[in-house]
């Protein structure tokens, strides 16, 4: 995988990170939806952390790692929220980064990639079919770019680019 892929995944899970970080003041007050926030944030946060330390290594150097902590933050929240409300809304491809995150926790990762590719191609879709429909279209629209971004990333991790 080339660095700069790698760059466009760590700026999008870093920017994930605020956006679902600046959902605070609104799930302060309910701990089931803190809890969800506290597990995106954790969960994309470290993902960011890991792709930006990856991008800078040469390539001679990069050696892909599984940071199975962020995987697990995800799994538990995609997994919670169709149990318990830790989010606001859920959506059925949801299934999807349940079980392309819980893949790559169990190391199986060509399977692991395609359905999260899936998950953010839905989501992205998603969010900027709905952006002009929301209370919030600015935050609705960032979170549309970064999965745009993550998609692209997936899809380049797929390809081999």
């Given amino acids: 995988m080339k660095s700069g892929w790698t760059i466009v995944a760590a700026v999008a899970y870093l920017w994930a990170t605020l956006l679902f970080a600046s959902y ?5 007050g309910n ?3 803190l809890l969800g926030t506290f597990l995106l944030v954790a969960g994309y946060g470290t993902l960011g952390v890991q792709k930006a330390y990856q991008s800078r290594k040469k390539e001679d150097e990069h050696e892909e790692k599984p940071n199975k902590i962020g995987y697990a933050f ?4 995609y997994g919670l929220s169709f149990l318990i409300p830790v989010s606001f809304t859920v959506q ?8 392309g995150y819980g893949l790559l926790l ?8 395609c359905a999260l590719l899936l998950y953010y191609v839905f989501g992205a879709v998603r969010k900027f079919t709905d952006s002009h429909m ?3 279209p600015i935050r609705i629209l960032g979170m549309g770019i970064v999965r745009l971004g993550l998609a692209v990333y997936y899809g380049a991790t797929i390809l081999h680019l």
Avoid: E, W
């Fill in 106 to 113: 169990a190391g199986i990762q060509f399977a692991g990639i």
């Fill in 134 to 136: 929301s209370h919030d």
């Fill in 92 to 99: 059925m491809y949801d299934l999807l980064a349940v079980a």
């Fill in 24 to 28: 605070l003041p609104r799930t302060i």
């Fill in 74 to 77: 995800l799994v538990a929240f």
């Fill in 31 to 33: 701990p089931k939806l």
